[in-house]
C-alpha cells in the first residue's frame, strides 16, 4: 500500500511541475519561440541541440523545475 501512496505522490508532483511551466510567465525574450515540454531537462537539451544542429534555430533555451521534472523548450528560430 505505501508503493501506492508513493507512486500516487510522484506522479502528483509531476503534474503540478508540468502544470507550473505551463502557466509560469515566461522570462525569455520575446525573440524566443516556444516549441513543446519534455519530459526531463536532458530530454528538452536533446531537442534543443538538434534543432540547432538542424539549422533550424539559432540557440535554445531549457526552462525546468527540477533537474528530474519536466522541462519548456523555446528556440530562437533561424
Known amino acids: 500500500m505505501s508503493l501506492r501512496k508513493a507512486f500516487s505522490s510522484v506522479a502528483v508532483a509531476g503534474i503540478m511541475a508540468g502544470s507550473a511551466l505551463i ?10 519561440t516556444y ?3 519534455y519530459p526531463t531537462a536532458a ?3 536533446a531537442a534543443g541541440q538538434a534543432y540547432v544542429s538542424s539549422h533550424r534555430a539559432i540557440v535554445y533555451f531549457c526552462d525546468t523545475t527540477t533537474e528530474t521534472g519536466p522541462a519548456r523548450l523555446s528556440v530562437v528560430l533561424a
Open 23 to 32: 502557466a509560469a510567465p515566461s522570462a525569455q525574450a520575446a525573440t524566443y
Open 35 to 37: 516549441i513543446g515540454i
Open 43 to 45: 530530454s528538452c537539451h
